[in-house]
């Protein structure tokens, strides 16, 4: 009898600690590799400056992001960073684990962003034409 109670109590344990399963595995936030070619493009992230290629930068999985490189001399590159569903939000809902779903939602852990990596080889910018005078 004992031996069961035991088993039960670890048992609630593993729920209760595995309850947020992509908040504590997978975080909030998530790496993203940016490289240009050539280097040094000004980097904004959803309007905000984020300093110059190539580098790393974190941003919340809980949105899509808009990723913007700038150089002078060369056409700007856009590009959308999209959510995708996590394997371990999924894993929560295997267990039946609703309270863990939630906090997965509402903290948007539950999802991972894809591209991961963004390299991008910018286009050089076409000349303005000359206007001859009459």
Same mark, same amino acid.
């Given at each position: /009898? /004992?031996?069961? %109670?035991?088993? @039960?109590?670890?048992?609630?344990?593993?729920?209760?600690?595995?309850?947020?399963?992509?908040? /504590? @595995?997978?975080?909030?936030?998530?790496?993203?590799?940016?490289?240009?070619?050539?280097?040094?493009?000004? &980097? +904004?992230?959803?309007? *905000? *400056?984020?300093? #110059?290629?190539?580098?790393?930068?974190? @941003?919340?999985?809980?949105?899509?992001?808009?990723?913007?490189?700038?150089?002078?001399?060369?056409?700007?590159?856009? &590009?959308?960073?999209?959510? *995708?569903?996590?394997?371990?939000?999924?894993?929560?809902?295997?267990?039946?684990?609703?309270?863990? /779903? #939630? &906090?997965?939602?509402? +903290?948007?852990?539950?999802?991972?962003?894809?591209?991961?990596?963004?390299?991008?080889?910018? #286009?050089?910018?076409?000349?303005?034409?000359?206007?001859? *005078? %009459?």
């Amino acid at each position: /009898m /004992m031996k069961i %109670r035991a088993q @039960v109590c670890f048992a609630f344990f593993l729920l209760i600690i595995f309850s947020g399963c992509a908040t /504590m @595995v997978n975080t909030t936030s998530q790496e993203i590799e940016l490289k240009t070619t050539p280097a040094n493009a000004k &980097i +904004t992230i959803d309007g *905000k *400056k984020f300093g #110059t290629s190539p580098q790393k930068v974190n @941003v919340e999985r809980s949105q899509d992001h808009v990723i913007r490189f700038e150089l002078d001399g060369y056409e700007p590159y856009e &590009i959308q960073v999209t959510q *995708k569903m996590s394997m371990w939000f999924w894993l929560n809902a295997l267990n039946g684990f609703l309270p863990g /779903m #939630t &906090i997965d939602y509402f +903290t948007g852990a539950m999802y991972d962003l894809y591209p991961e990596q963004i390299s991008s080889e910018l #286009t050089p910018a076409k000349p303005e034409p000359v206007q001859k *005078k %009459r």
